[in-house]
């Protein structure tokens, strides 16, 4: 079997990890949230916190995600000391046991949704992304720069008629949604209305080439770093996978993916495979992707969308939506079968199941808790995913005889 893990964003995760447990995941995935972007994670951090997950039972599979400084996505003064950081970092882990480190190389912002809270045909809660919206922030409350010339007619429009029934408490969500951190990072990767217009200029004068022979150029200088210490990197899709606020994007197509294995030809330079993300793009057929990058990943997760070609999409169930999940999860179980016959390594396969939606039994377990639940990151509706995702890959399995 693929080995079922769970993000997990560590003490402060409403999610215990006893309940994680119980899901069926043996396997953790985190991250040293509370170190700052560009800090070196020594071992001794590293260490306090496998002892943790390892004292209910569960190994620490994935470290997801060792932060990309912004100086080293735009070649900015000092960026060399974050490289030497980052590769340290790896170093530290691949000491420690940690043989999988997720990355991703999204300019200024991790993610984006326009919608947090928007309501299923079941009332379960999940997040949407609509392009009407992106472009009403954008252009009448970020009021970024030459803006307008990069959007179509229709998309202005349909911004303005949007924009212009919004309340101010509306507006005022709108914005938190926008500008909200990374989910497990608390306010450290949250921008202001101006902190966000200031990281958009400063990626001014850096195209999508530029950001491309960047992220090469770090590959070429962390690469090497991963495979002394027998660690495996996989870098994440862009989430959505195309420009937001005029920033290049560079992990979004089958060209980009290919362009950074050719990069660095090597097993420790592999991809983190998230069907979410591949599949909010129009045009990305993701079990395609998947047989085509099979060899190189490193880490999968897997969830679903519904999407349209004007770049809208919403979260679905693990096993509804656009994304064929049985074709992406046939992919990689003919693909683990494969490296076992060949004895490579590099067979486990971590795969989480990414996102869930909030269901009723997660917003009592917030109110009972007093804390809050991460969008996406709820324990019932991923457990649903992941009983999904379970029961699937058994039933590939039996298909294809590799049960």
């Known amino acids: 079997m693929l080995e079922q893990t769970w993000r997990w964003f560590g003490p402060q995760d409403p999610v215990t990890l006893k309940e994680v447990k119980q899901t069926g995941a043996t ?41 990309v400084h912004e100086a080293i996505k735009k ?63 954008d252009l009448f409350i970020l009021q970024r720069q ?21 309340s101010e408490a509306d507006k005022a969500k709108l914005i938190r949604t926008i500008l909200l951190g990374f989910p497990g990072s608390g306010e450290s990767s949250s921008y202001s209305l101006e902190g966000l217009k200031s990281a958009c200029d400063e990626y001014a004068t850096i195209d999508k080439a530029a950001l491309q022979s960047n992220l090469q150029h770090f590959l ?113 179980v003919l693909e683990q079968q494969r490296r076992l016959k060949e004895g490579r390594a590099d067979h486990r396969m971590p795969l989480r199941p990414d996102h869930g939606h909030l269901m009723r039994a997660d917003q009592l377990l917030a109110e009972t808790k007093s804390k809050q639940v991460y969008p996406g990151y709820s324990l019932f509706g991923r457990m649903r995913g992941l009983a999904e995702l379970r029961g699937l890959e058994l039933g590939v399995r039996r298909i294809h005889g590799t049960s």
């Open 27 to 67: 396997g953790v995935v985190t991250a040293l949230h509370h170190l700052p972007t560009g800090t070196v994670w020594s071992v001794d951090d590293i260490m306090r916190r496998k002892q943790m997950i390892e004292s209910v039972g569960l190994r620490w599979s994935v470290a997801e995600s060792i932060p």
């Open 75 to 137: 070649r900015a003064p000092g960026y060399e000391r974050y490289i030497e950081n980052f590769k340290t970092s790896v170093r530290n882990l691949g000491r420690c046991g940690i043989d999988t480190v997720c990355y991703n190389f999204m300019p200024a912002l991790d993610w984006s949704r326009t919608d947090l809270a928007a309501t299923c045909s079941d009332g379960s809660i999940a997040s949407r992304f609509e392009m009407h919206a992106l472009v009403a922030f």
């Open 146 to 166: 030459k803006a307008e010339g990069e959007y179509s007619e229709l998309h202005i429009q349909k911004a303005r008629d949007y924009y212009a029934i919004l």
């Open 220 to 332: 070429r200088e962390i690469v090497p770093a991963a495979e002394e210490s027998g660690v495996l990197l996989g870098i994440h899709p862009d989430d959505p996978p195309f420009s937001l606020f005029g920033l290049p994007r560079v992990v979004s197509t089958h060209d980009d993916l290919q362009r950074i294995i050719d990069a660095v030809d090597s097993p420790s330079n592999g991809i983190t495979f998230c069907s979410g993300s591949l599949g909010a793009g129009y045009q990305n057929d993701v079990p395609a992707l998947a047989r085509a990058f099979a060899q190189r990943v490193n880490f999968i997760h897997l969830r679903n969308v519904s999407r349209n070609q004007e770049g809208d999409f919403m979260e679905e169930n693990h096993l509804d939506g656009d994304v064929d999940m049985f074709e992406v999860m046939k992919v990689f």
